[in-house]
């Protein structure tokens, strides 16, 4: 179930802003794809247009053609709301629901989306979910107790076993462990290793480091000057991309030698 | 009176500590300011309610004072604040419990299932066969809560969708701006003016003459909902965009976001800006007297005819200028009171119960 994404001439502007230029690229199925690049580069913006939720912003649009498994997203007939469906999106801070325990927060693409679900099958999605997530021994005995309760990094976790709970072709993860210790980010870095089996995913991260652990294909963000818009300098197979850059700035960045 | 010397500050020659005050200095001026007090109202036979404004003025002059001899400038003009901050929290205390204690002792006695359970309606004494006035407030209570309610029920729909637009949708249009400044104007509406408008659209609609319990909540109802509009717009600005966005990323619709994440993440708020809303027009007086009028019987049907209140019970008990009427009245204000007391602690516990459990961290 898990697609691939083509990527042809994206522009991304907000506003009369364009912040991402003419962006080119292939994101496999199953497999990692990490976003680098300095701050401001676009990589954020670049991510959010996979799954439309760049446009959630005022004024925020797209240019060029995204392409899912041969369907272009940003067709006048593509309704966001079922692309966000199949595209899940795990944020830079973790967000459960305030309101919801646990188990509410694991269910809620269904419950907000008024799925009807028998209650057998609840609980197997919520267990399936948070395994999927491994949450499921920290969590098991207090799944009625407020998602706001756990720990950054389980409520990290616990936005990830939301988002597959909705069983989605591709997850986007946007920086998901710059705001967690390093021990939760093992334990997230683990599971990406193990949701690629079944999942297209792709992930932004300021961590060369992450990126060339988690990551089958690297993709090199940068400004060609500040108030410039952001571009893909290079992308290619992570292994590549860390030992033989094609690119001077790639290998600058990458370095440590930027500038 | 600052003649007592403080004999506890011992000179150090440490650069760290200073002279200090004992701990009970702030009491020992109070009580000497109280007893000078008492003493020049006593000699120059004043008032005895001077006691307390010259006292209060002894004190600010007095402990700063004896605070600037021994402890310096600083810590002086630190206990002149002290008293300052003290003196307003009284002056906004005293009024209040004032108030309340003189509605409970003049309310309580008149307080009984009869009062509560009758209306004005005049009967005939069997005993002595004469025309005795009725002695009860059922009329205006069925009447205050109907209202009220209708009110309600008119204003949280139309307040909370407002809210809605002008956050989830609205954002900076111009739409959006001119109905922030409208509402911003209809907080200022004064309340007879919506009695005046509730009177003037149900005659235009309903002919002369026309009155009934529905009109006064139309203008209550005015009244409500900019309360209402700005306490849920506050309250959804306050609701994270990462939850939207979250709630969006999960192939949740807009309404459906709102409905289900934005809203119940606010409810709290929301709720305690309703009760406010309520509260506020709970005890109005003047748009029911003009829409509503005033009724000694019971009529519990809000849509016909005069109905009685609470505010324009009190107003009717205290025209009529006997003893007996007077305690109906403060028996009448004692139980307002007693109901937005009531609704007040209600939708504590409410906003209490639904309140996201944020602050609860392992």
Known sequence: MAKSIDVSDLNIYYGDFLAVEGVNMTIKAKSVTAFIGPSGCGKSTMLRSLNRMHEVIPGARVEGKVVVAGESLYDPSVDPVSVRRQIGMVFQRPNPFPTMSIFDNVLAGNRLNARKISKSEAESIVERSLRGANLWGEVKDRLNKPGMSLSGGQQQRLCIARAIAVEPQVLLMDEPCSALDPISTSAIEDLIHELKSDYTIVIVTHNMQQAARVSDDTGFFNLKAAGEPGHLVEFNPTRKMFSNPDNESTEAYISGRFG | ?362
């Open chain 2, 1 to 362: 009176m600052t003649t007592l010397e403080q004999t506890t500050a011992p000179k150090s020659t440490s650069t760290l500590s200073r002279a200090k005050l004992t701990p009970w200095a702030p009491w020992l001026v109070i009580v000497v300011a109280t007893a000078l007090a008492s003493l020049i109202v006593l000699l120059g036979s004043w008032s005895w309610y001077a006691v307390p404004f010259l006292a209060v003025l002894f004190v600010i002059i007095g402990l700063p004072a004896w605070s600037a001899a021994i402890e310096g400038r600083r810590a002086a003009m630190d206990r002149l604040a002290t008293c300052l901050v003290w003196t307003s929290l009284l002056v906004a205390l005293v009024p209040l419990v004032w108030v309340l204690t003189e509605v409970v002792l003049k309310g309580v006695p008149e307080l009984s299932l009869s009062f509560i359970t009758h209306d004005m309606q005049q009967k005939l004494d069997p005993v002595t066969y004469k025309m005795a006035a009725g002695a009860g407030v059922a009329h205006a209570l069925v009447g205050t809560l109907l209202i009220t309610a209708a009110a309600t029920v008119i204003s949280v729909p139309v307040g909370l969708m407002t809210a809605v637009y002008l956050v989830e949708y609205g954002a900076k249009s111009r739409v959006a701006r001119w109905t922030t400044l409208l509402v911003d104007v209809m907080t200022g509406i004064p309340s007879i003016v919506a009695g005046l408008f509730a009177l003037a659209l149900f005659t235009l609609l309903f002919g002369n003459g026309t009155r009934s319990g529905l009109m006064g909540a139309v203008a209550l109802s005015l009244l409500m909902i900019p309360t209402v509009v700005r306490a849920g717009e506050e309250m959804m600005r306050l609701v994270p965009d990462d939850l939207r966005e979250a709630s969006y990323a999960l192939g949740v619709s807009k309404w459906r976001t709102i409905v289900k994440v934005v809203i119940p993440t606010a409810f709290g708020g929301i709720l305690t800006g309703v009760m406010l809303a309520v509260s506020r027009v709970i005890g109005e007086t003047a748009p029911l007297l003009v829409a509503v009028g005033s009724l000694d019987l019971m009529n519990a049907n809000i849509f016909s005819g005069r109905m009685q209140t609470l505010p324009v019970y009190i107003l009717t008990e205290y025209k009529k200028s006997t003893p007996e009427d007077y305690n109906l009245a403060w028996a009448g204000a004692l139980l307002l009171i007693l109901i937005v007391m009531v609704l007040n602690l209600v939708a504590r516990i409410i906003s209490h119960v639904f309140a996201p459990p944020s602050n609860e961290r392992r």
